[in-house]
């Protein structure tokens, strides 16, 4: 097993640079600027991070959609699981008008 906390800096830093000169798209920098004072950066992008949070996001929205059409309509959930997202997502509709 490694033991990291014994590896250098140096160490670090060459096989960071490595990796990135083997899967130049393992890290995803953005490059960023204020419009107010000019200052200019750049900014790792998480994907797993932004991937966990949709699916988070998505999560919580069919929960809220399937408790809304079951009071609504009183079906089950396996009933408004089977409806496809086009058709929920116009029934989410109806039920809000």
């Known amino acids: 097993m490694l033991d990291l906390s014994q590896w250098t800096d140096e160490l670090q830093e ?3 640079g490595r990796l990135s000169e083997v899967d130049p798209l393992a890290e995803i920098l953005i490059d ?10 750049q900014s790792l992008f998480d994907v797993a991070g932004f991937l966990w949070h949709e699916v988070q996001v998505r999560g919580r929205r ?14 089950t959930e396996g009933e408004i699981l ?15 008008s």
């Open 14 to 16: 060459a096989l960071t």
């Open 32 to 41: 960023l600027s204020c419009q107010v004072c000019g200052r200019q950066w």
């Open 62 to 75: 069919l929960l809220q959609e399937i408790d809304l059409l079951a009071r609504t309509y009183g079906w």
């Open 82 to 96: 089977r409806l496809s997202e086009q058709r929920r997502s116009l029934y989410v509709g109806m039920a809000l």
